[in-house]
């Protein structure tokens, strides 16, 4: 059974983010970082920041890696809660990462779930607690009436709009029927799914504005009620729940920043393999039917909700050389339109931000882009830089 827990880290840059202070030898014609970028002249220097979780295994493991400007702050958080009664609840993983000058920050919040039934009876007992596997209790919603109804006021920010993401929703609807059917070919007429994909802007009581992007998964269990009438069972899966928050006037900025971040994480598939082996044992342990019925679900909302947004991620983890197509950018790329690809010189694809001419690679998984074309950050940094092409 796998496990939300390779949560769809990526995280961001900034457009507006100022560099590493350059190396001491550097040419004193060299252009010198600024703490904005305001102009031409200025670069960027990408750093890529390593997550670690401490606590699931016998030695700390790597989960995921993501290009960041150099001096963004970024605080993480794996927290294992083996004993909790709620699936997604047992491996929570969070990240907020703060642009120098508190101009952007992006949110990554843990996945989470909420269960619903139409049976009173069962809806008590949820509610009670009498429930072995019960998550949060909550009625049903799709990704939009998640952000408008839980996301957003837990923010303290007002919905200006939420609207499908119609790329991503397509493949939510073909995950949805797809695992319908297999249920159908296997006997059990008693499960349907349902997904959703969703944005919505925000406005924050300080003037900032936001992006929320939310996906949710839909399990539905149809049953015979305890009063003889059939009902309907809900588990309603949030997979994603992503915000950036930044000032006022900068969207297009922030969708070149949400745009990239997609495209530049690497999920450890070692981790990714022990947190499937850990769940695997506890579906093995479990006694209790209805306990084993709701880890069945579980690995279905997993399957579904992972399927849709780990493409890319399985796509830059799957070689050591990270070679990947323009026509494997992923729906959430496409949808947001601000990367542009670039070659290294071992023939190996690289997707960046998008508005500058020029990049180089350092081979530690550090970029450099600049507009300036006199710009060289080997004589700059007195450092070893490969030019990427386009």
């Not at 983010?17 to 001491?24: H, K, L």
């Not at 596997?133 to 996301?151: G, M, N, R, V, W």
């Not at 006021?153 to 790329?167: D, N």
Request: some cysteine; proline content about 4%.
């Amino acid at each position: 059974m796998t496990m939300k827990a390779a949560f769809y880290l990526s995280l961001f840059f900034s457009l507006l983010a100022s560099c590493n202070t350059p190396s001491s030898k550097k040419n004193n014609n060299a252009v010198k970082p600024k703490t904005e970028m305001t102009g031409s002249n200025d670069y960027i220097i990408l750093k890529r920041f390593r997550i670690e979780d401490k606590q699931g295994f016998d030695k700390p493991l790597e989960v995921s890696s993501f290009l960041l400007p150099a001096n963004w702050q970024v605080n993480s958080n794996v927290q294992w809660n083996a004993g909790n009664k709620c699936l997604p609840d047992m491996l929570q993983v969070s990240v907020n990462a703060t642009s120098p000058d508190g101009a952007y920050e992006l949110s990554l919040y843990p996945a989470t779930q909420f269960d619903w039934s139409d049976d009173p009876v069962y809806l008590d007992a949820m509610q009670r607690g009498f429930n072995l596997h019960s998550c949060q209790i909550a009625k049903p919603a799709d990704a939009s009436q998640y952000i408008t109804e839980t996301l957003a006021p837990h923010l303290k920010a007002q919905v200006k709009s939420a609207k499908v993401i119609e790329a991503l929703q397509q493949q939510m609807d073909a995950g949805a029927a797809a695992q319908t059917q297999l249920a159908r070919q296997g006997g059990n007429n008693a499960y349907s799914h349902k997904g959703s994909a969703a944005e919505g802007m925000l406005q924050f009581e300080d003037g900032k504005e936001g992006m929320a992007f939310c996906t949710v998964m839909q399990t539905i269990v149809t049953m015979g009620g305890t009063q003889g009438q059939t009902t309907n069972s809900y588990y309603c899966y949030v997979s994603m729940r992503m915000v950036l928050k930044y000032k006022s006037g900068s969207e297009p900025e922030a969708r070149k920043i949400m745009s990239t971040l997609f495209s530049s994480t690497r999920i450890n598939p070692t981790w990714w393999n022990g947190v499937q082996n850990f769940f695997l044992a506890v579906s093995k342990n479990a006694q209790d039917q209805t306990w084993k019925h709701t880890q069945e679900i579980q690995a279905v909302q997993q399957q579904m909700g992972n399927n849709i947004l780990r493409n890319w991620e399985q796509r830059n983890a799957a070689t050591v050389s990270n070679n990947t197509s323009s026509a494997d950018t992923d729906a959430f790329g496409k949808y947001l339109r601000g990367v542009e690809h670039y070659t290294d010189e071992s023939g190996n694809k690289i997707e960046l931000t998008s508005g500058y001419t020029n990049a180089w690679s350092r081979g530690d998984g550090s970029y450099l882009l600049s507009n300036n074309p006199a710009f060289d950050p080997n004589v700059a940094f007195n450092e070893d830089w490969k030019r990427l092409n386009k």
